[in-house]
């Protein structure tokens, strides 16, 4: 699923990225990836988030304090990503978070639209995330119990 995600968001930000930005096809693509790997990298850490936090995340509503907290964290992963792997300076690094960050939230939210199956789905699929993966089947348990 997130493979998806993430090809859904090269076709649609990389574009956006060369036209806005007037970023170059590289660091367009490595703008993408950094996004990529800033979301794997804070949710597969399982950085004492709570479910319901993601969840809030990747929903339609109105984010909470938790999911603002997590925002935070990958926005700034991705910031440093931009700056130190693809080369960008931190003003364009700023923009290009300003405008992809959002890019990548809204398509994680269609997918996952507040499901929490859908959810553990894609954090399984992360790899690496055993703290908030188990969170997730542990909670999806209790459900159905």
């Known amino acids: 699923m997130f493979d998806q995600i993430i090809s859904t968001l ?11 930005l007037g970023l170059n096809q590289q660091q367009a693509s490595g703008s993408v990836q950094a996004a990529a790997s800033s979301v794997t990298d804070v949710l ?7 479910m319901d936090d993601v969840l809030n995340l990747f929903s ?23 700056t130190g792997q ?6 364009q690094a700023g923009s290009v978070k300003d405008m992809i960050l959002p890019m990548i939230t809204n398509l994680i939210t269609q997918h996952v639209g507040g499901d929490s199956n859908k959810l ?13 993966a188990g969170a997730a089947k542990g909670l ?6």
């Not at 930000?13 to 060369?18: D, H, I, R, S, V």
């Not at 553990?120 to 908030?132: F, K, M, R, T």
């Open 10 to 20: 090269e076709k649609e930000a990389a574009p956006a990225l060369m036209s806005k």
């Open 44 to 50: 597969g850490g399982g950085d004492g988030f709570g």
């Open 60 to 82: 339609n509503a109105r984010n909470n304090a938790g999911a603002d907290g997590i925002l935070s964290k990958v926005g700034d992963a991705l910031h440093g990503k931009l």
């Open 86 to 91: 693809v080369g960008l300076n931190a003003g």
């Open 120 to 132: 553990s789905g894609l954090l399984q699929g992360l790899g690496g995330n055993a703290g908030l």
């Open 140 to 145: 999806l348990g209790k459900l159905f119990n």
